[in-house]
């Protein structure tokens, strides 16, 4: 190997581990926003949305573009002609969709129309008051609180929104209300 290309790969390793350490802090960082009832209070319904299509964008580009070539190329090592591993690399990826289609359509037969294991309706639950009705009901494993199922998911949102402020005012309260009965 050539000086040059060993101290090429150098400079490409601090870059990339840089990048990685971004991506890992930006992931640490959006998960602990949830430890906070003052954050939780101000995510935006545009702002939710916006990230969510822009995630599926990424995907979308991700497995269709980089991976698709990838196809191509693996087909054409398998000496096929650069035409046919395209139309090869095309048939898989939309065989690839309607075989996932045909999973979740037999899926949701096997299961009676339910392949989810979360509460609907339209009222919030507090988790120890799901984990203790999970616990009655033996036939149904304890599930996790989740928002966006409802009919309704920006009453649902909303809801979460005023339970935060209420987390956020409750330390306030019981501060005030301690500090009077001390005096």
């Known amino acids: ?21 971004g991506a890992g802090a930006a992931t640490a960082i959006g998960a602990a926003v949830v ?31 980089e991976i698709f070539a990838k196809s191509v190329s693996a087909f054409t090592d398998a000496n096929h002609d650069e035409n046919m591993a395209y139309i090869y690399s095309t048939l898989s990826f939309f065989g690839g969709v ?37 616990c009655n009901n033996e036939s149904e494993a304890p599930a996790p609180v989740t928002v966006g199922c409802s009919d309704d998911p920006v009453a649902e949102l909303n809801e979460w929104h ?8 409750a330390p306030l309260e019981n501060t ?8």
Do not use: C, W
Request: proline share 2%; charged share 15%.
């Open 1 to 21: 190997m050539s000086t040059s290309a060993a101290s090429n790969t150098n400079e490409n390793a601090g870059v990339a581990f840089a990048i990685v350490l």
């Open 35 to 65: 430890f906070f009832p003052s954050l939780v209070k101000l995510t935006s319904q545009r702002v939710l949305a916006a990230s969510l299509g822009l995630s599926a964008g990424v995907m979308t580009y991700v497995s269709f573009v």
């Open 98 to 134: 309607v075989l996932m289609k045909i999973i979740d359509v037999v899926v949701t037969l096997l299961s009676g129309g339910h392949h989810h294991h979360h509460h609907h309706g339209n009222d919030l639950k507090d988790p120890s008051q799901l984990e203790r009705e999970s």
């Open 162 to 169: 005023k339970r935060a402020e209420q987390e956020i005012n």
């Open 176 to 183: 005030v209300n301690d500090n009077l009965s001390v005096g």
